[in-house]
């Protein structure tokens, strides 16, 4: 008998049910597959840099300004997590984390340039072994082609916001089969793309889908229906806009003295000289600046506040376009009869820092960048409204997939399924009680210093040893701890403290042992591994040097700025200039 005589729609369980029992009864033979679809379909959704802050569910300063109502109902009728953290905050090292379930030290994607080759695209073929129909549509990100998925269409590198190109599988080689749709955002493009495949799919087998947006990336171009959105509102600030505090930081971000603030982590306003929102948005977004706007004429106040309400609308315009268009696909799956049986995740590739300490982009271990969102609705397993606080990392994203997929999980995978934490509410006793963190692209685009940390519940040890992949272009390596119970705003570095000795020394030894049992040993990158190790103990000698590494460093800059030398390949060789 052919099965297609048998109808393998998602809404019709019970009917199928019954004629396959029947079958089996009378002794006809009935694939295994013809059962596959009693699976949940699994759709995995990911904006680019939108910060956990940013979704209103997270209830921050931004919750009432700008709320995300779809984005929110997951939350409602499914789990949020409140420590979900990536490894690496910049967007393709995490993307190859959800996809390989890897570290990035071991999957090879350490910065911008990282890639996951044909054939070690774990997720996607682990998922088709399963009986799964498999699709990568939006960013992509990750240099080569996605060829371990049945079906794809994604932007080439970061893609472009309006009329956007996306490259699909064809005849001519990877990356010149294209289609554009000029007169479309990408937002809604990549929606569109979705809701096609979805509608033309082999629905006899579940599906994966990896739907992932390029917003709110910067710079945010909006679809222009958003111009008015918030365009009268005064977008609330953070307090460390305004004032750092003399207790926050470290040498490593700081300078000896201060003298290196200018010149760390690049600016809201005019703070850092080399790149900041105030000289970058006035060209790119006149109309959300005072006519004829020269920032001579404002005081720094006036104009780091006329920055950040710049930053901020083109942002939650961005995540505005996100939240409408997964209401269009929340729908489709409604009306179709699919959306109870879909587990739906939603997250972004990292945090992003909304002005918090003066900073834009991503990168840093604060908060504000190290944390995801990610919410999971699915209502045959999963309770509504769970708020769960258990330590999960971009790693485990991938295992949980596959355990819900009844998929097997390759010893090749790193991180570990949460499927019973969401089913219970529940940690296992032998669950993780601590993420590790490692930037590695050292002073890349945003001034960012190497480190690396551990983030428990409780506490943040981050470790700041400056330097590049060879070692070089150093800048004064630094610890810092933060309370995060009593200071969850990460204002006040108690490294210092000598009632925090003890506790400094069990957090140096933790962090010791989670790089040994993720495998981050120093043999990628050795020379780097030495500077590593010649600070780690920061010793009133490691202190003295760290100094005279400030100031030579800020005499670099100086130089740099001087010759007009702004985008300087920083993260690797040992050059002097």
């Not at 082999?202 to 739907?211: E, I, T, Y």
């Not at 269009?328 to 799956?333: C, E, G, M, S």
């Not at 992003?352 to 609705?377: A, C, I, T």
Request: aromatic letters at 12%.
């Amino acid at each position: 008998m052919s099965n297609a005589l048998i109808p393998l729609k998602a809404n019709m369980y019970p009917i199928k049910t019954a004629l396959v029992a029947w079958f089996l009864l009378i002794g006809l033979h009935v694939p295994v597959d013809a059962m596959a679809d009693e699976r949940p379909n699994i759709l995995y959704i990911m904006s680019d840099d939108h910060a956990a802050h940013a979704v209103s569910a997270y209830g921050s300063r931004l919750a009432k300004v700008a709320p995300t109502p779809n984005i929110d109902r997951l939350a409602r009728e499914g789990a949020l997590f409140t420590n979900a953290f990536c490894t690496n905050s910049i967007c393709s090292p995490s993307r190859a984390c959800v996809l390989t379930g890897q570290y990035n030290h071991i999957n090879g994607s350490f910065d911008l340039s990282g890639k996951v080759e044909p054939g070690k695209q774990m997720l996607a073929i682990q998922m088709k072994k399963a009986g799964y129909q498999t699709a990568m549509i939006g960013k992509w990100h990750l240099k080569v082609e996605p060829a371990d998925f049945d079906h794809y269409c994604v932007l080439p590198g970061q893609g472009k916001y309006h009329g956007p190109t996306f490259r699909v599988r064809g005849e001519k080689p990877w990356g010149q089969n294209t289609i554009s749709f000029p007169n479309k955002h990408s937002t809604d493009a990549i929606t569109d793309l979705t809701l096609d495949w979805l509608k033309s799919r082999d629905d006899s087998k579940p599906f994966f889908l990896m739907h992932h947006y390029k917003a709110p990336h910067d710079y945010f171009d909006n679809a222009p229906r958003y111009e008015s959105y918030l365009a009268d509102i005064d977008i609330p600030e953070p307090a460390s806009l305004w004032d750092q505090g003399e207790n926050f930081g470290s040498m490593a971000t700081r300078g000896a003295g201060d003298e290196l603030l200018k010149h760390i982590g690049t600016s809201v306003g005019g703070r850092n000289p080399r790149r900041s929102y105030l000289g970058d948005l006035p060209k790119l977004y006149p109309n959300e600046f005072p006519k004829d706007f020269d920032p001579a004429n404002f005081s720094e106040e006036e104009n780091k506040r006329l920055a950040y309400n710049a930053y901020l609308k083109k942002f939650l315009r961005c995540v505005k376009g996100i939240d409408d268009n997964l209401g269009r696909l929340f729908k489709h799956l409604e009306v179709t009869g699919q959306l109870d049986n879909t587990i739906i995740i939603y997250t972004g590739d990292q945090g992003f820092m909304l002005g918090e300490h003066d900073y834009q982009d991503k990168r840093w271990m604060y908060e504000e960048s190290q944390r995801m969102p990610f919410l999971v609705r699915y209502p045959k397993s999963v309770p509504a409204g769970q708020k769960i606080d258990s330590i999960i990392e971009n790693v485990d994203y991938g295992p949980t997939m596959l355990e819900f997929a009844d998929a097997d999980i390759p010893n090749s995978v790193q991180g570990r399924s949460f499927k019973s934490i969401l089913e219970t509410g529940a940690e296992p006793d032998d669950w993780k009680q601590e993420a590790y963190y490692r930037y590695w692209m050292h002073m890349a685009h945003h001034d960012n210093p190497g480190h690396m940390g551990i983030r428990t519940k409780t506490h943040k040890l981050i470790y700041y040893y400056g330097c590049n992949y060879d070692g070089g272009y150093q800048t004064p390596p630094g610890w810092e701890l933060y309370d995060l119970v009593n200071d969850p705003k990460e204002m006040n570095n108690i490294v210092d403290d000598p009632q925090n000795a003890e506790l400094v020394q069990t957090l140096k030894d933790r962090l010791a042992k989670l790089r040994d049992n993720v495998g981050d040993d120093g043999s990628h990158y050795p020379e780097c591994e030495k500077v590593v190790q010649e600070f780690w103990d920061y010793d009133d000698t490691d202190r003295a040097k760290a100094e005279q590494i400030s100031h030579d460093y800020y005499q670099r800059r100086q130089r740099e700025l001087e010759k007009g030398k702004r985008n300087i390949k920083t993260w690797q060789g040992n050059a002097n200039d």
